[in-house]
């Protein structure tokens, strides 16, 4: 399902990412989440919405996985960098280093469609802590995360062809029931 305006097209897979990006504001709003929570899962519900089911599966699990890998990267980062007093060439070293150990780690698991994901994660975790509460606030990052996926997962279930209940299924319940009420009228 598709409208053309010209050029432009306006598909089923935007639409559905406006929708998870309209929920996922609500929830943030009416739970007090912030606007940092918004954002990650906002981000992640973009990434996570995908044209068929199968692939927003695929690309969630893989987005979850690599939040949680890069939110402990930047958890271990973060405690190096605190133990050596800020030093700038330990930032300088180790962010860098922990991309490159989880762009290896999300390769050797084929989880390629979280990559992006996970160093960015890593990144906004590791570049924008706070002092005071880094385990709470990797946490809370990779717990937005996970709420974005969930949504896009959700909204792939309901606006797409290929979910888990299949059309075949459908219209063999819907022609049951259709027999049935003809059978009872006899």
């Keep these: 399902m598709s409208f053309q305006f010209g050029r432009f097209r306006l598909g089923l897979r935007t639409i ?11 929830f943030t709003h009416l739970f007090h989440r912030g606007q940092s929570a918004a954002m990650i899962a906002g981000i992640s519900a973009i990434i996570a919405v995908r044209d068929s089911y199968t692939a ?11 939040s949680a890998l890069g939110g402990t990267l930047a958890v271990i980062y973060f ?5 050596t007093n800020y030093n700038f060439s330990v930032k ?21 469609p979280g990559l992006v994901g996970a160093n960015a994660t890593l990144l906004i975790i590791a570049l ?24 896009a997962t959700i909204m792939n279930s309901v606006f797409i062809h290929d979910a888990p ?9 819907v022609s049951y029931k259709k027999n049935k009420g003809q059978d009872e009228d006899k």
């Design 92 to 112: 300088i070293i180790l962010i860098p280093l922990f991309v490159l150990v989880n762009i290896v780690i999300m390769d050797g698991f084929e989880l390629h």
């Design 16 to 26: 559905k990412t406006v929708i998870a990006i309209f929920i996922i504001l609500l």
């Design 165 to 173: 209940i299949k059309r075949r299924k459908l219209r063999e319940l």
């Design 128 to 151: 924008t802590i706070p002092e005071t509460d880094y385990i709470g606030y990797a946490l809370n990052r990779v717990l937005d995360t996970f709420f974005g996926v969930a949504v």
């Design 79 to 83: 405690f190096m960098y605190t133990m």
């Design 56 to 66: 927003t599966l695929k690309a969630a699990k893989a987005r979850f996985i690599g």
